[in-house]
Each structure stands twice: as structure tokens, then as C-alpha cells.
């Protein structure tokens, strides 16, 4: 062993050479001999702590970047999904405000139509009572000219019977002039009836041509309609079909959201209410009463979803600060007995007093100290679901308090059973705990 120890200085000497330490003490002087391979050693131990401290200040760092990424990321998407509820929103208003004056436009115009339809049939009727008038006329005049000959055959049978006898001429000449001006009454009338037939039937065109003009307005307005419910319908079914996901996939049904939100406190805004037309009757399906009604419809479902998200934990209960996930949900080594036990949450480790958050909306069920949790705020939520925010430093509610999404409910820190300052995360669901990250991964399709 000393024969090695020898040669390892040897070999080390032209590069260590030994050096000596003095020690003076008032009585006696001393020296420690540093050889070269104690030297190589104090060497070697200083390099390697410094390479530990540069490689644990890298993971340090790159962790810090990492969450702080993934921070900007949740943040990012989540300003995103709000820009587009306000967008929707908007585009609700501004459609449901083009269907109002559509339908002003399209009852107006019906009013219209009904108004030149009655024109036309009144028209109509006046053109069949004319035409009847002047068949009436034209047989009228047909007997008068059947009479005017009778009396022609008999003013001459008269002036024949005065050849003969020399008398009886006023009374013959009466008789003509008589059936003379009724002729002429007879064909006045017969013009003025002509004039106003022509009259008639040129109004009658006239109207039958502004009723087509508004029938093909009638129809381009229908069309219009069309376009903007279709193109309605589709972004409510757009929209709505993310977050029905996202339900599906925290375990809860998009028909128990819509149950639980009408259940409860009035929801139904004024601009979201079906379009009454009539006090009887059905509307038909292709009807644009129906399909506005079906728009608002979707809406209104649309609203009751956002609702019904703020009620389930479909966010992180950590949003700023450098944090990071340290265990996961399931079997792992407990890192104070070492035996192999379920881990029933998630746990992110950072700074001492980073702000926790309520991850949906609730009333605080507990918020105190327990046990093994330590300090721990338990928040009861719809649907049967509690969240658990355990080994807090601080806790900022009270039990029975109700809270919000997104409210600070306490600071990060290490009371418990716990080996550092970290937050343990539960989501449980009619008391069994479930994994969070199934409810937070479901939350990134709505936030």
C-alpha cells in the first residue's frame, strides 16, 4: 500500500511538487507536509463540488425555464379561450341583432305582400264585375240594335202606310228619334266601360309586377337568412363541441352540466330568449322563426356550458412562480417511511408562499390544520367533487367561504408530513380520489 502511495507521488511530483505548511506557536514552530497525491485529491474533491454546484444550478434553471414556459403557455391559452367567448359573444349579439331586423325586414315585407295581394284581388274583382258589366252592356246594345231595325222596319212600314194614307208622320218620327239617342246613351256607355276596363287591367299589371318584385325580394332576403343561421350554426356547434369534450373527459356529462346550471340560480339572459310569433299554431321546422330560435337555443346552451366550467377543477391551482411537478399521480416510494404506497394527488415544489389558487368555483368545506396534510383547505364543488390543497403555509379562507376560480386560497409550504416546501393536490369525486391531471388536461380544451 505505501509502495503504491509512493509511486503515485513520484509520478506526481513534477506537477505537485510537496509543499509545507508552517505552523508557529509561541513555543514551538510545526509544519504539515501536503504531498502530491493529497494534493491531487484536495484538487480532484474542489472539482468535482464545483462541477456538482454548475450542474445543479443548470437543472435549477432549466426548471425555472420550463415552468415559467409552461406558465406563459396556460396563461397564453387561457387569454386566448376568453378572447374568443368575448368574439363569440360579439358575434352572438351582432347576429342575433341581424336576425331581429331580418325578421323586422321579412314581416314588413309579408305586410307588404298581404297589402298587394288584397290590391290584386280587389283589383281583380273589379276587372270581373267591368267584364260582367260589359257583357250586360253589349247585350243591352245588341237588343238596342235589334230594336233600332224593328224601328227602322217600322218607321218605314209608317212612311209606307203615309204614302198611302198621309198620316201619322210626327208620331214615326218621334219613335225614330227616341230609338236614336237611346243608341247613342248606349254606345257612351259602352266607351266609358271600355276606358275603364283598359284602366283596370293596366293597374291590374302593374300590381301583379310589384308583387313579383317583392316575392324575389321576399326570396333574396330568405336566402340571406339562410347563409347567416347556417353560418351561426356552425360556429355554435364549433364551439360547443371543445368544451363537451372536455366534460366527457372529467367524467361528467354535458346533460348533467345544463341539469345542475338550470337548477340553480337564474341563468337566462333577455337576448337568449326564444322568438314568440304567434299565440297558436307550430313553427315549421325551415321556418326562420324556428332556426332563430334554434341559434338562441344553441346560445343559451353555449352560456350554460361556460357556467357549468367555472364549476368543475379543470384549471391548475398553480399559476405563476417557479414551480415544477415533482410526483405524480399513483404507486411510488414515500419519501419518509420508503415503502411503496398510492400517491392519491400531484405534487409541484417552488418557493416558499406562492399563491395557491381555486381551481373551480366552490364553498370551502374545511380550512385548518390535518394531520399529515398539515395545514389543508378542502373546497366542495358541484357534481360531487372536492378538491384537496395541502401543506400550506398559509391559508387566505375560511370554512364555508364561497369562492371563485382563480382565488388565492392560501401560500405553498412544507406543514405536515412533508420533506419540502411543495402543494399536494386532490381531486376527488364522490369521495374516491381521481387523477388530476385527467381534469387539467380536459381544462386546456376550454382555458
Request: hydrophobic share 35%; charged share 25%; aromatic share 4%.
Amino acid at each position: 500500500m505505501y509502495r503504491l502511495t509512493d509511486r503515485l507521488n513520484a509520478r506526481l511530483e513534477p506537477h505537485l511538487p510537496e509543499q509545507r505548511l508552517f505552523l508557529k506557536s509561541e513555543a514551538s514552530t510545526r509544519f504539515v507536509r501536503l504531498r502530491p497525491l493529497t494534493q491531487a485529491i484536495a484538487i480532484g474533491g474542489v472539482s468535482a463540488f464545483i462541477g456538482w454546484a454548475i450542474l445543479a444550478t443548470s437543472i435549477l434553471l432549466m426548471d425555472s425555464i420550463g415552468s415559467g414556459n409552461l406558465r406563459d403557455q396556460v396563461q397564453r391559452e387561457q387569454a386566448n379561450y376568453e378572447q374568443r367567448l368575448n368574439t363569440l359573444a360579439a358575434e352572438r349579439d351582432r347576429r342575433s341583432e341581424e336576425a331581429e331586423a331580418a325578421h323586422a325586414r321579412f314581416t314588413q315585407a309579408m305586410a307588404r305582400v298581404a297589402e298587394m295581394q288584397s290590391t290584386l284581388l280587389a283589383t281583380e274583382e273589379r276587372r270581373m264585375e267591368l267584364e260582367t258589366g260589359i257583357e250586360t252592356v253589349q247585350r243591352t246594345l245588341r237588343r238596342t240594335v235589334r230594336e233600332r231595325d224593328e224601328a227602322r222596319q217600322h218607321l218605314a212600314a209608317l212612311a209606307r202606310e203615309q204614302d198611302e194614307n198621309g198620316n201619322g208622320i210626327r208620331s214615326a218620327a218621334e219613335t225614330a228619334k227616341d230609338a236614336t239617342d237611346t243608341l247613342d246613351f248606349l254606345l257612351t256607355a259602352l266607351e266609358q266601360t271600355s276606358i275603364e276596363r283598359d284602366a283596370s287591367g293596366h293597374m291590374a299589371d302593374q300590381f301583379r309586377q310589384q308583387a313579383e318584385h317583392m316575392a324575389m325580394q321576399t326570396r333574396l332576403m330568405t336566402e340571406r337568412n339562410n347563409r347567416i343561421f347556417t353560418q351561426l350554426e356552425e360556429a355554435i356547434e364549433l364551439a360547443m363541441v371543445p368544451m363537451e369534450r372536455a366534460f366527457r373527459n372529467a367524467g361528467v356529462q354535458p346533460q348533467q352540466i345544463l341539469s345542475a346550471v338550470r337548477s340553480g340560480a337564474q341563468t337566462e339572459t333577455p337576448a337568449l330568449r326564444p322568438i314568440a310569433v304567434s299565440t297558436h299554431g307550430t313553427l315549421a321546422p325551415d321556418s326562420i322563426e324556428a332556426r332563430a330560435n334554434g341559434v338562441l337555443g344553441g346560445l343559451d346552451t353555449l352560456n350554460r356550458y361556460r357556467i357549468g366550467a367555472g364549476r368543475l377543477p379543470l384549471s391548475r391551482p398553480i399559476s405563476t412562480g417557479a414551480v415544477r411537478q415533482t410526483s405524480g399521480f399513483g404507486m411510488r416510494r414515500h419519501p419518509l417511511t420508503g415503502r411503496s404506497t398510492m400517491h392519491n394527488g400531484l405534487d409541484w415544489a417552488g418557493p416558499r408562499g406562492t399563491p395557491i389558487h381555486a381551481t373551480a368555483d366552490g364553498v370551502v368545506k374545511s380550512a385548518g390544520r390535518q394531520g399529515g396534510y398539515g395545514n389543508l383547505v378542502v373546497i366542495q364543488h358541484d357534481f360531487g367533487i372536492e378538491t384537496y390543497y395541502a401543506h400550506l403555509n398559509s391559508i387566505n379562507v375560511r370554512a364555508g367561504q364561497r369562492v371563485s376560480r382563480g382565488d388565492r386560497i392560501g401560500g405553498m409550504g412544507t406543514t405536515g408530513a412533508s420533506t419540502g416546501v411543495h402543494l399536494h393536490y386532490e381531486v376527488r369525486a364522490s369521495g374516491r380520489p381521481v387523477n388530476p391531471i385527467t381534469y387539467i388536461r380536459a381544462g386546456q380544451n376550454v382555458f
